[in-house]
């Protein structure tokens, strides 16, 4: 099967320099690429937008699942790279800005890590390099925490997504995205999710963090259940390259409950740079 079928790969946009830019978004766990919608409008003028589903996820092929392959956040990394590879021009330098929220935020660290130069710079909304409270690294949850959540997640998948996706998507003055991230999570196939959701919870990539040497914006929300803003102080520090910016936002989704204000965060951080 084609890069394309596989990751159900959509373009829009086209951008107005004469040099080429794309933009490439990457969903979390639980969605599909329609979850960037409030957020490409803002962008579309200047770039070309390419949104896709992770492999397990919205209209993604799920033929090409294997549990092997997709046992770390490795392989998503690697169809990341090929993504990337069959949507531009690599001999034409053509400047790739990679937005990835929660999961594929690291998944972006992964990629870039892997191949450097691939990403003119990188937008990770509200990620998270390791979930588990560690010494002095404040991860947001204790072992045991997480372990109960894939218990509860595998035991009753769509009982945990009905009370769990409201409490992430946050939002409280907008009842219908809760509603929407629900109706997401239920689509899944649930065993896919429960191996996504042990991989993701699980993985710690903290040793990346000094790596990424491309310029990245840390965009997280003021209130985040998922990663708390200890997370993303740390990532600051540890990211030699990074800004970070946080925006007024209860939930873990901003591009879709704050879309507004991820993007003027956004776009104030791509204008500090020659693209």
């Not at 390419?50 to 799920?62: A, E, I």
């Not at 949507?87 to 990835?100: I, L, Y």
């Not at 102080?233 to 910016?245: D, I, K, Q």
């Amino acid at each position: 099967m084609s890069i394309a079928q596989r990751n159900n790969i959509r373009m829009t946009g086209s951008g107005t320099r004469a040099a080429k830019r794309t933009m490439v978004m990457a969903h979390g766990f639980g969605c599909d690429q329609t979850m960037w919608r409030y957020l490409t409008p803002a962008f579309e003028h200047d770039y070309r937008i390419v949104t896709f589903d992770l492999v397990g996820s919205g209209s993604s092929d799920l033929s090409a699942y294997d549990a092997g392959k997709y046992n770390s956040l490795e392989g998503y990394a690697a169809d990341l790279i090929e993504i990337v590879n069959e949507v531009t021009d690599a001999d034409a330098r053509e400047p790739v800005v990679f937005v990835g929220h929660s999961v594929s935020a690291m998944i972006g660290l992964i990629a870039g890590v892997r191949s450097p130069g691939l990403f003119a710079a990188q937008i990770m909304v509200g990620p998270s390099p390791c979930y588990v409270n560690d010494g002095d690294y404040i991860g947001g949850f204790s072992r045991a925490d997480i372990e109960d959540l894939l218990s509860t997640l595998e035991g009753n998948y769509l009982g945990w997504s009905s009370t769990m996706a409201p409490v992430i998507m946050g939002a409280p003055d907008q009842p219908e995205l809760g509603v929407e991230l629900t109706n997401s999570f239920c689509r899944t196939n649930p065993e896919i999710a429960q191996h996504f959701a042990r991989v993701t919870f699980l993985s710690d990539h903290r040793d990346l963090l000094p790596r990424a040497t491309a310029p990245t914006l840390i965009l997280q929300s003021s209130d985040d259940i998922i990663a708390p803003c200890s997370v993303g102080e740390y990532m600051h520090r540890m990211m030699p390259a990074s800004t970070l910016n946080v925006i007024e936002n209860t939930g873990h989704c901003p591009h879709l409950s704050s879309p507004a204000a991820s993007a003027a965060a956004i776009s104030a951080f791509l204008g500090t740079l020659s693209l």
